[in-house]
T-cell receptor
Framework: AQTVTQSQPEMSVQEAETVTLSCTYDTSESDYYLFWYKQPPSRQMILVIRQEAYKQQNATENRFSVNFQKAAKSFSLKISDSQLGDAAMYFCAYRSAWISNMLTFGGGTRLMVKP | GAGVSQTPSNKVTEKGKYVELRCDPISGHTALYWYRQSLGQGPEFLIYFQGTGAADDSGLPNDRFFAVRPEGSVSTLKIQRTERGDSAVYLC????????????FGEGSWLTVV
């Protein structure tokens, strides 16, 4: 079974600075998808960014980018120019390319943004 | 609708009671998922529907939990003889189906069993 580990329960960043959230995963599959979701106090999980494992190029969405290291099974999220609205729980998630029924989530990282 | 809609938003029930949680997915989405999120943890998979049938219910913790999706749209998660350990946020999600499609989540139903 796949597992996803987020080793940072909490992170703090100064507004306008850059922060990196870590995620590692374990799988025996070669084809899969990785995601970062943001969960604000409203509880809704909002997709931040996704990465297909077969793509070597790291995904980027505006201020959000990932560092995908397939051999190391590492998938970190970098947030540039942090904003107060970025404060939330961030979850890393794994999804098999062959078994489409579920996302496997990490335990989450709480990001605090200081003004 | 514009997004995944879940009702009720919050539910407080007494231990031993029966509860139903409803999910209205994004129109046209064939895949529907239920997850459970305990306080301070990531969501855990419960069940997945493709159309009307439960394609994978391996995440349901025991036979007190049951879910249906009779017409391939709205789904109801049913919990019998609730226990205090069932207290959690129950998240519903939907997607167009297929492993590559994005899964969209609702805001969840926060169940408290007292």
């Amino acid at each position: 079974a796949q597992t996803v580990t987020q080793s940072q329960p909490e992170m703090s960043v100064q507004e306008a600075e850059t922060v990196t959230l870590s995620c590692t995963y374990d799988t025996s599959e070669s084809d899969y998808y990785l995601f970062w979701y943001k969960q604000p106090p409203s509880r809704q999980m909002i997709l931040v960014i996704r990465q297909e494992a077969y793509k070597q190029q790291n995904a980027t969405e505006n201020r959000f980018s990932v560092n995908f290291q397939k051999a190391a099974k590492s998938f970190s999220l970098k947030i540039s120019d942090s904003q107060l609205g970025d404060a939330a729980m961030y979850f890393c998630a794994y999804r098999s390319a062959w078994i489409s029924n579920m996302l496997t989530f990490g335990g989450g990282t709480r990001l605090m943004v200081k003004p | 609708g514009a997004g995944v809609s879940q009702t009720p938003s919050n539910k407080v029930t007494e231990k031993g009671k029966y509860v139903e949680l409803r999910c209205d997915p994004i129109s046209g989405h064939t895949a529907l998922y239920w997850y459970r999120q305990s306080l301070g943890q990531g969501p855990e998979f419960l069940i997945y529907f493709q159309g009307t049938g439960a394609a994978d219910d391996s995440g349901l913790p025991n036979d007190r939990f049951f879910a249906v999706r009779p017409e391939g749209s709205v789904s109801t998660l049913k919990i019998q003889r609730t226990e205090r350990g069932d207290s959690a946020v129950y998240l519903c999600a939907s997607s167009p189906g297929g492993s590559g499609n994005t899964i969209y989540f609702g805001e969840g139903s926060w169940l408290t069993v007292v």
